[in-house]
């Protein structure tokens, strides 16, 4: 065995051991990122480049894309809105049932989606509980509207924000709030001079994360507003409808897709390519 | 009764814990609370500040009632006149040192360019002018203390509450800070509370000392006071004095602990302590001769522990002692752990007084 003058450095400076991996870690791994990234080029290789402007403007692709951005766009700014006292409320005071909420609040995270898109149908359909009186009172009718994009959207995607948030304020040291109230704030202040600006950051992870997510929706989407191109088609559904019709266009959709995600990555490279913590 | 500053009788219990303590501070007044970790001292920052509830008593400033468990009266901490420095500082990250200083005036209602003048002013008068745009986890932790201190006194409280405030500093810095501090408390009007466990900076900030002990004030009184006549072990080992309780008669106290020392005329009956100086002992190697010291006994050296300047014995006997001697001393006498040596004590340097 030797040790090369670089591995020394490092060694020494880090204190370090080997960090040559053991193979029963080492092939596994390169296992792991062979699944994760083999489709992924698989899309790349498969792509039919030579008409992909051409193919894209005749798939309504920024139509759905539009759509996508938009709607996904409002829901985070409802989930922000609705999310952040949600979360204080979760992370800051007690009331009997507190638990429950809290499990209700995150059951999204990990309810099928189109158990979601049923459980909003019979809300807020024609037919709901809900629905029902918004069509007689107002002559509103959500189901496979944009506006039921939104609401799916919301759904599904909000407990992530709210998750993220409530971590943050409970992981807040509370002693900088103390010292506001000494200093003359009242709670309010105290949340918006000291509070929120303290989880800034994980309150934008929150809201990036949301919005991922309402990009990406499918089932509850689907089940509760449908799939009508321009008005409801966003582009999750779009591509998986193009995969039957036009195998390039679903291809090139999903491109579309996966750009926009990895530009999210690289917005939130600080907090998770690093290896940090949220 | 009209009375300016503060009185406070407070009663807080945290689980097992009860902390039962009454202070007062006249205006322009420095308290120090004295006391080990755990007797209360924050807990009682902290119900004068409106963090924490009482469960008995009152406090009152300036004759205006703040908090009053038995009409159940509580003024929010954001309405209470008073400015706090935290042990931490607690500056916030987010902001500037100008606007953490500015933070209380402004959310007290002045606009932000008033309330950035008026934080301009005090750290101008801090001496931190030049930092006012830099964010505190580029402070040093001298400077942080100073914006601390700084962002209290920017909101003109009526009541300074100081919770440890040097203990963060490396002891340089805190020698500094601590002459700094003592000429800003001078100029403060209002009566300040100033919570710590180290004897010199109570001794040197503060015009009275409060010594609070598992959450009961045990002594009250002058630096000077509490430094020559401590009423606990806790103090006199703070002060750095031997102290005995004992009985009284007519020449002399018999110690609790076993022993007895002579001191004619001292003029009290009764329960009694006795404090004495570790450097007011003789140590010998042998039984001395006659003397003028009317109190010998003989004590096992348990230990031995060179400070700075000099070697102190810890020694066992009746009674048991703390005794400084030169290191030359040592070496002359050629002492060591386990060894037989006799003690001898002036009757001059007890004192003896009421329990």
Sequence with gaps: MTLDARERQRRASTGGASRRPPAPLLVPALVGVAFLVVPLLGLLVRAPWGDAWRILRESQASEALRLSLWTSSVATVIALVVGVPLAWLLARSSFPGLRLVRALVTLPLVLPPVVGGVALLLAFGRNGFLGRWLDEWFGLTIPFSPVAVVMAETFVAMPFLVVTVEGALRAANQGYEQAAATLGAGRMTVFRRVTLPMVAPSLAAGAVLCWARALGEFGATITFAGSFPGRTQTMPIAVYYALETDPDAAILLSLVLLLVSVAILVALRDRWLRGGTV | ?355
């Design chain 2, 1 to 355: 009764m009209s009375s300016r500053g503060l009185d406070a009788r407070v009663e807080v219990r945290r689980g097992g814990f009860v902390l039962d303590a009454a202070v007062r501070a006249a205006p322009g007044e420095v308290l120090a609370v004295l006391g080990p970790n755990g007797s209360g001292k924050s807990t009682l920052l902290g119900a004068v500040a409106g963090l924490v509830p009482l469960a008995g008593g009152s406090i009152r400033l300036d004759d205006v009632v703040l908090d009053d468990a038995s009409t159940g009266a509580f003024v929010e901490a954001a309405h209470r006149p008073v400015g706090f420095v935290f042990q931490d500082y607690r500056l916030f990250p987010h902001l500037s040192v100008l606007d953490n200083v500015a933070f209380s005036p402004r959310v007290r209602g002045r606009s932000r360019a008033e309330a950035r003048a008026v934080a301009a002013g005090w750290l101008e008068r801090l001496g931190l002018a030049d930092l006012s745009r830099r964010r505190p986890h580029l402070l040093s932790g001298g400077q942080a203390q100073r914006v601390a201190l700084g962002r209290a006194l920017a909101g003109s409280p009526d009541l300074l509450l100081l919770d440890e405030p040097l203990s963060a500093l490396d002891a340089r810095t805190r020698l500094d800070v601590q002459a700094e501090l003592r000429t800003h408390l001078a100029e403060f009007g209002g009566p300040s509370l100033l919570v710590t466990h180290d004897p010199l900076e109570a001794l040197v900030l503060a015009d009275r000392l409060v010594v609070l002990e598992g959450g009961r004030v045990v002594q009250e009184g002058s630096p000077a006071e509490v430094a020559r006549r401590p009423a606990t072990e806790y103090v006199a080992r703070l002060v750095g004095l031997n102290l005995y309780a004992g009985t009284a008669d007519a020449d002399g106290v018999a110690l609790e602990g076993g022993g007895r020392f002579v001191v004619p005329d001292h003029g009290e009956r009764g329960e009694v302590l006795v404090a004495l100086r570790p450097s007011a002992v003789t140590v010998s190697a042998q039984p001395p001769g006659p003397s003028s010291a009317r109190n010998t006994w003989a004590a096992t050296i348990s230990g031995l522990t060179l400070l700075t300047d000099r070697v102190r014995l810890d020694l066992d006997g009746e009674p048991s002692c703390l005794v400084d001697i030169t290191p030359a001393a040592v070496a002359d006498l050629g002492l060591s752990a386990g060894q037989r040596v006799w003690l001898s004590a002036k009757a001059v340097d007890l004192e003896v007084y009421a329990r």
